[in-house]
């Protein structure tokens, strides 16, 4: 089983930065892309950036050019730098990792429990 930790979420005014993180634990033999979503109020879950074991990164529209992603297959970690906050990127932060476990080679969708960023106009 894998387990996924977020941390790093908050309240900040527009224009302010914060850097998300997931950790994720268990008993893994390798990954495959590490990823954000985000939930707003009333609004589906939507994908914010992806970032591929060969380090090819996606953005979303609404995020490019504020947003960076990064990964760290030592420290089993994925980051979301998000810098220029706007008022519409409130919402509630997924990290979701596609993980194999040892003894197998398939990899499996894996979600965290979300993490709360607020941002004040």
């Known amino acids: 089983q894998v387990q996924l930790v977020e941390s790093g979420g908050g309240l900040v005014e527009a224009g302010g930065s914060l850097r998300l993180s997931c950790v994720a634990s268990?008993?893994?033999?390798?990954?495959?892309?590490m990823a954000w979503y985000r939930q707003g109020p009333g609004k589906q879950r939507e994908f914010v950036a992806r970032i591929t074991s060969d380090r090819s990164i996606d953005y979303a529209e609404s995020v490019k050019d504020r947003f960076t992603i990064s990964r760290d297959n030592r420290e089993n970690e994925v980051n979301l730098q998000m810098n220029g906050l706007k008022a519409e990127d409130t919402a509630v932060y997924y990290c979701?990792?596609?993980?194999?476990?040892?003894?197998?080679?398939?990899?499996?969708?894996?979600w965290g429990q979300g993490t709360q960023v607020t941002v004040s106009s």
């Open positions: 979701n990792v596609a993980a194999a476990t040892r003894g197998s080679y398939r990899l499996y969708d894996y």
């Open positions: 268990g008993s893994i033999s390798r990954f495959g892309s």
